[in-house]
């Protein structure tokens, strides 16, 4: 063993999600050895995939925002990312159907976005259009390096940034929720509805979301990619990027504890008795897992928080293939129900809505992947559903999604052929068994009230050693959010770096025993 691999630090990275992905790739640019122990077979965490004849189905997130965040990390690494996935950026961000028979596209480019609503909706909603973007624009200027870019923001951040540009402060409408907001600002109730739908992108109800939600429509209108090959191709990038620079993985690996020795983390254990001894962990998981104890009585006393709050919302997803019929479609699709219809109010009571809006992914389509008639497409479908509760769980047997999918969306003049069975279908309690203590919530903690994004679980944890990543972390849900937590540990991780007499050993990189031995690197510090 070399001097330089016998004094690298030892992180231990507990799930290959997108954040503990991201987070290996930053710690291995900060010199560090790493493993990454997951407990399913494959990385990406909720970047998930079901098999189909045609190829692997997304079952998770279907497109790639904020590109410039997955970029960084690739840089910090001095690669490429354009070098390891093919993007496409989509001139159409989604097509949108109402039950009346209109249609409405949202494009990457204002001008064709003006064009369009105008023609949708007439000059007034043009106006309206025009002056929602330059305030949601605003907001998302002013916030992103105030909130979302820093690890610890805080109140006084967010009053400083309103005093400084106090024109904001209407733009962000403290006192509405988002519904409310918008529907102030929309004069036609099917733009309301559209840009209502954004709090669902963050697992929340827009009659209790904050309005300051709306600025998520500049995440779309920044770019929207796909990926070639599925979604399933940037965590195997990222995976293969790790690699290349020393990181270890170990999949089907279920972490069963996390150890502590007078408030400093020691080590963690996997498997029945198989321990890694480390001084540093990063948790990609959901954090009220650990609050849960689902990774042993030491690290019960972090994010407690979890325990107390509403979760977000879970989802109805269908993965399958069959050949489409009827209307075209994009690669991005929603199909709406009367703007008048009480689905939010139903998932708020812990319903599965009879009626409610359907996001239709037609994987296979887009730029330069258009598809030929009676072929073979894949799809992937999501209706919102609410959380696991304590409470009896709503009526979601498969006959029911059945028929509360695709009867729905046979009265658009949309069939598939043939229609998919159990196999292709994921429901609430199905994620609570992939992802532990998740309460099959897919956004962690509810986004719902003003200062909720100051209470989620923030990188460092009051465990010494411990930091936590991934969308139920700050700065919230989204793939480029749970990227964006791992670059907030890993300077959180630097900034709390002690000096290298104080440190204990750590495991090799790599390191795993049999039993319940440990294997340290060869040198104390």
Sequence with gaps: MSAKQTHMRHAVVIGAGIGGLCSAARMCASGFSVTVLERQADPGGKVRTLPSESGAVDAGPTVLTLRHIFDDVFANLDERLDDHIELHKLPIIARHFWPDGTKLDLHDRLDANRKAIKEFAGPEAEAEFMRFNAETKALFVALSPTMMEKPQPSPVDLATTFLRHPALLGAMAPMQSLRGKLAHRFSDPRLAQLFNRYATYVGGLPHQSPALLSLIWQAEAAGVW?????????????????????????????????????????????????????????FNGDPRALAKGALGPDVTGVAQQTLNTPRSLSAVVWSFDAVPRGLDLEHHNVFFTDPSSPEFEELQAGLFPRQQSIYVCAQDRGPVMQKSP?????????????????????????????????????????????????????????????????????????????????????????????????????????????????????????????????????????????GSATIRAGQSR
């Design 374 to 514: 009676g072929v073979r497409e894949r799809f992937e479908i999501i209706q919102n559903a609410p959380p696991l509760g304590t409470g009896p769980a709503p009526d979601m047997e498969f006959q029911i999604c059945q028929t509360r999918t695709f009867d729905v969306l046979r009265r658009f003049d949309l069939t598939f052929d043939p229609l998919p069975g159990q196999a292709n279908l994921t429901r609430p309690a199905d994620f609570e068994a992939l992802f532990p203590e998740s309460s099959g919530s897919l956004y962690g903690q509810s986004p719902h009230g003003l200062t909720a994004a100051l209470k989620r679980p923030r990188a460092r944890t009051s465990i010494k050693g411990l930091y936590l990543v991934g969308g139920g972390t700050h700065p919230g849900a989204g793939l480029p959010m749970a990227a964006l937590s791992a670059r907030h540990a890993v300077e959180t991780i630097m900034q709390d770096q002690t000096s290298p007499s104080t440190s204990r050993p750590t495991a090799m990189p790599g390191g795993m025993s049999t």
């Design 226 to 282: 796909s990926v070639k090959g599925g979604m399933q191709s940037l965590p195997k990038a990222l995976e293969a990027l790790c690699k290349r620079h020393g990181a270890r993985f170990q999949y089907d690996t279920e972490v069963t504890s996390v150890s502590c020795e007078d408030g400093h983390v020691k080590g963690v254990e996997y498997n029945g008795g198989t321990t890694i001894e480390t001084d540093l962990v990063i």
